[in-house]
């Protein structure tokens, strides 16, 4: 097996390739943790965690500040290793943490505009600063969660690589590390302008455009294996998205008697909990079935029904009907069997 050299090693320890089919930063034949088991057993978690102990050798050498970075990555490890053996966190962590790389070694100014890394599909948030003097910025936020937004501006006081600002119950510290900015929001999503459930604080990097991370329905949470992932993609085909984007909340739904083993889950964008929702119910051996709010080209919204159990395509489960019932009240929502 090939090591790479100490100084450029990923999480600060010796890293070699794997010696199995699946490939990662580090030993698989030696994997002792429940997140290496995790990563090592999933060929796309593994990939990722190759890719960052590549990107990780060219991103150190390059960086302002070395020393930063590696303490900033023995603080992602513990907190990567708080998935344990969740496929669905560990898969966003090191979504999130690739993106960060690829912007970390870029010059820091306090004249920017930046874009949080995004936790979710459904979240957005954008901070422009300037600088108006030795120890003051301007800043204008602008946040999003789904149908949820807010916004603030103010002035922060600059004490060596951090400006803070207080007004009223909110207090924000801004952080410059190396090419990036933290924020840190205190006082709760209400008390600094923000919807509910819209959040400030979070990583951002600077950047013009929205930051796009290629989220999938695992990475997300809403389903718990790849087969299932794959079977959504096959069975939905470009629906696939929709739900994608309908993500952005998710709660335990009520049992079904049909389906006395199914997990089901109730899916909405975060702020529009009657517009392009979703329930989703999943049982053992693969078995699915979904009920998916779309808009019509009469921007009128219908649902579709899908599943791959051959004798329930002409018939729904019962606490998909009660969902559709429920969300329609006293109008009339067509439902779509679909192929």
């Known amino acids: 097996m090939l090591a790479f050299n100490l100084r450029h090693a990923l999480l600060l320890t010796p890293l070699v390739f794997a010696a199995n089919s699946h490939a990662a930063s580090f030993d698989c034949a030696g994997a002792s943790s429940p997140v290496e088991k995790a990563i090592c ?34 603080l992602w490890l513990k907190k990567r290793n708080q ?26 100014s306090w004249d920017a505009t930046w874009k ?12 422009t600063t ?27 006081t600059i004490d060596g690589d951090v400006a803070h600002f207080e007004g009223g119950s909110c207090t924000l510290k801004f952080s410059a590390f190396n090419g990036l900015l933290d924020v840190d929001s205190d006082g709760g999503d209400g008390a600094c302008g923000g919807g509910m459930g819209v959040y400030y604080g979070g990583r951002y990097v600077a950047s013009e455009q929205p930051i796009a991370i290629e989220y999938d329905l ?20 470009s629906d696939y998205q929709t739900l994608l984007q309908n993500s952005g909340s998710m709660a335990t739904g009520e049992n079904s008697i049909d389906v006395p083993e199914g997990e089901v889950n109730e899916l909405w964008l975060r ?39 051959p004798k329930w395509k ?24 679909m192929p």
């Open 130 to 156: 300037r600088r108006l003097d030795a120890t003051h910025i301007a800043f204008d936020i602008s946040a999003s969660n789904g149908g949820n937004s807010g916004d603030m501006d103010g002035v922060a």
């Open 314 to 337: 002409t018939q729904v489960p019962d606490v998909l009907l009660a969902w559709r019932e429920r969300l329609a009240g006293n109008t009339t929502l067509p439902l779509d069997l």
């Open 41 to 74: 057993a999933d060929p796309y978690t593994s990939s990722l965690d190759e890719k960052l102990g590549k990107l990780w050798t060219t991103t150190l050498a390059q960086v302002a500040d070395p020393q930063a970075l590696k303490a900033d990555q023995r």
């Open 271 to 309: 702020g529009l909990a009657t517009s392009n929702a979703a329930i989703l119910m999943s049982a053992p051996g693969g078995r699915i079935w979904l009920v998916l709010l779309v808009f019509d080209e009469q921007r009128k919204v219908r649902a579709r029904y899908y599943t791959n159990v």
């Open 218 to 237: 695992l990475s997300l949470g809403v389903v718990h294996t790849q087969q299932e992932d794959q079977t959504l993609r096959t069975l939905l085909k």
């Open 83 to 108: 998935c344990a053996a969740n496929g669905s966190c560990l898969r966003r962590e090191y979504l999130m943490r690739l993106k960060a790389l690829e912007y970390v070694t870029k010059p820091f």
């Open 116 to 127: 949080i890394i995004p936790w979710g599909v459904s979240s957005a948030a954008e901070i």
